[in-house]
């Protein structure tokens, strides 16, 4: 367990296009000093945004911050990737309103993080440790949480009907465990909810490129699965990018079923000890054991 508080040695830089925009998007990240955390840029308008749930205005689709009036979308692979590298420090500049989607995972930023490498400092990181056994439920999502000396997640997905049927992992966070079982993972869709995105004004960049497509029992992406079980190591990786938001390291045990944004937004609301989650259903949490039982 690293102790001290790291940030990137030198600056990393991306382009792209935004999943939801369809904008041409660069982004860099840079180091930062301690106790700066995450802080987004908008190098078009001179907005600073802080890494924070506090932040967070949506979680439809995407993960959005916003403060005082301006906006970045889809931050979640890029706090993915520098909490699973275990940067605790670092600003990242941005271009425009959205951050670049790059091939639909994290493998590029914590790749690049990876290369260029990481500077200790002398200050102390502040860890969050989960301490009671609790359960939270929100539109048909559960997570469940319980003490760990490590930050381990359990992850299930169910989309019946479809090739990807139900899917398991459980992972136990290291950055090199993180670069190399969870930052390939790429997002997905299912070919019958393009339109319906399309329609409301979503993923006006999206592409085989950047997503995997799934009709019935069949991907429509001529590479294939990077892993037979890519649908649950993403949905891992937004998991671990939304709970980046505590702006903590957090040691637990976590069990997600069918997580999502907005179970994501409640559980980090929760462990920053906001009073109460914002939104119009309030989650429902309870303290009680977790039992967990998996079959292949």
Known sequence: ??????????WVQFSGIGLHTGMPSFARILPAAPDTGIMFRRTDNGAEIQASVENVVETAYATVLASGGARISTVEHFLAALYGMEIDNAVVEVDGPELPILDGSARQVAEAIDFVGTVESPVRRRFLWVSTNEKLQRNG????????????VLVTVDFPGTLIGKQWLKFTLTPENF????????????REQIDALWKAG????????????VEGDKVLNADGLRFQNEFARHKLLDFIGDLALVSRPVRGFFLAVRPGHTVNRCLTEHLSGLAAPRSREPAVIAEEPVAISITA
């Open 1 to 10: 367990m690293r102790i001290y508080q790291r940030t990137i040695s030198t």
């Open 141 to 152: 999502s559960m997570v469940a949480l319980a003490p760990s000396e490590n930050f381990e």
């Open 179 to 190: 670069l190399k079982e969870i930052a390939p993972a790429r997002t997905f869709v299912l």
């Open 202 to 213: 979503l993923a006006k960049g999206g592409s085989l490129e950047n997503a995997i497509v």
